[in-house]
């Protein structure tokens, strides 16, 4: 079953959603309250990255589409993908957007300009991407992890190692860790073909993670949250959740977790990898849909 919050990022007291009932919402975290919905994409909403001043966001209806953040204003919507826009990513200057169609697109943030599209390296829809100066990674549904570089347009190098598809990539000082549909969460160098470590203890795929320099945390369609300590690989903590996880974000001290039901948040004990308890600080509605189920 899909799970009616497919992403979400978390800054502040500001959380933002999107769901496959094809909305955005806007949270308030410290009041816990829905400050704004916005509707224009349609299909179901799939990736989203926000700044200070912008919210771009991509749907299964192919296309991508820009939102002025302090309003919720529609003010740009950017066609290209021929299937649905996966992944996404941002910085001062270039987006980049990965596909179902197998391809990478580079826009220039600013005018929402296509500059050039990365393509025949993937045998299978692009399902998470993340970038790091003139790097960046990709993970599909033939199995794979590939390490581009930007400026050549071409893979340097191709990671195998999972046994099924690549949900979810986290990636920072030559570090990646992927998360797969096999169950199993793996890290690398993305100088080295192969995994230097695999990390085995959900039951059903992995779908999300995202690490610092302490801590990966996971999530899995097996309903938990499991976080681990980074420099021992090894799970620390288990968070038991009401349905399948589709999405988390953590910032600062709080993590962000989307499910089939609702969209909660949890505090982290200063900072520690342990969180203060199993029971979240806040546990907000996602969407009508989310309620009704």
Partial sequence: ?????????????????????????????????????????????????????????????????????QTGVHINT?????????CLQFDDMKLLTGSQDQTVRLWDKLTGEWQLTYQHEHNGSIWCLRFEGNTMVT?????TVKVWDLETGKARTTLR?????????????????SASLDKTLQIWDPRQP?????????????????????????????????????QKRTCVNTLHQDSAVACLHFSGNRLAVGTRNSLKIFDFADFDLD????????????SRLAVEK
């Avoid at 999530?219 to 300590?229: F, H, L, N, P, V």
């Avoid at 969180?275 to 996602?286: G, V």
């Fill in 161 to 177: 190692g999972h046994t099924a598809s690549i949900a979810s990539l986290s990636f920072h000082n030559n570090t990646i860790v």
């Fill in 275 to 286: 969180l203060t308890s199993s029971n979240p600080t806040l546990d907000l509605r996602a």
């Fill in 1 to 69: 079953m899909v799970c009616p919050i497919s992403t979400l990022q978390l800054k502040g007291n500001l959380c933002i959603s999107g769901s496959i009932d094809k909305v955005l919402k806007m949270w308030d975290v410290s009041e816990s309250t829905c400050k704004n919905t916005l509707f224009g994409h349609m299909g179901p909403v799939r990736c989203l990255q926000f700044d200070d001043n912008l919210i771009v966001s991509g749907s299964d209806d192919h296309n991508v589409k820009y939102w002025e953040l």
């Fill in 139 to 143: 993970g599909s549904a033939d199995h």
């Fill in 194 to 230: 192969k995994p230097t470590a695999a990390l085995k203890s959900h039951e059903l795929a992995v779908g999300c993670v995202q690490f610092d320099e302490n801590k990966i945390i996971s999530g899995s369609a097996d309903e938990t949250i499991k976080i681990w300590d980074m």
């Fill in 78 to 86: 950017l066609e290209g993908h021929t299937e649905r826009v996966c």
